[in-house]
């Protein structure tokens, strides 16, 4: 069972920068990947940032330039790093850790979610 566990979240000023760190630990098979996810009042839930295993970033297009999602020197870490932050960023940011186990499946496993305003 792996644990995962968000924070960093905040109010911010539109313009500005937050990071948030994604930190999970307990027993798993493999990283497959680590993405974060957006939840805004009466929306549904979707990937903003994703790191898969090889390294590769994904970003959703209004993110793109701005967000920037990486591993830690500690490896049970992911952070988003969030520049000129707009409002419409704002939301519950979640973390989904998937694990590659050993059939070549995913696990997914949630935080509970870190909420993050912008707002002047």
């Known amino acids: 069972q792996v644990h995962v566990a968000e924070s960093g979240g905040g109010l911010v000023q539109p313009g500005g920068s937050l990071r948030l760190s994604c930190t999970y630990s307990?027993?798993?098979?493999?990283?497959?990947?680590v993405a974060w996810h957006r939840q805004a009042a009466g929306k549904e839930r979707w990937s903003v940032a994703t790191?898969?295993?090889?390294?590769?970033?994904r970003y959703t297009g209004s993110v793109k330039g701005r967000f920037t999602i990486s591993r830690g020197n500690a490896t049970n870490t992911v952070y988003l790093q969030m520049n000129s932050l707009k409002p419409e960023d704002t939301g519950v940011y979640y973390c989904?850790?998937?694990?590659?186990?050993?059939?070549?499946?995913?696990?997914?496993?949630w935080g509970r979610g870190t909420p993050v305003t912008v707002s002047s």
């Open positions: 989904n850790f998937q694990e590659l186990v050993i059939n070549g499946a995913y696990r997914d496993y």
């Open positions: 307990g027993t798993y098979f493999d990283f497959g990947a």
């Open positions: 790191i898969t295993r090889d390294g590769t970033t």
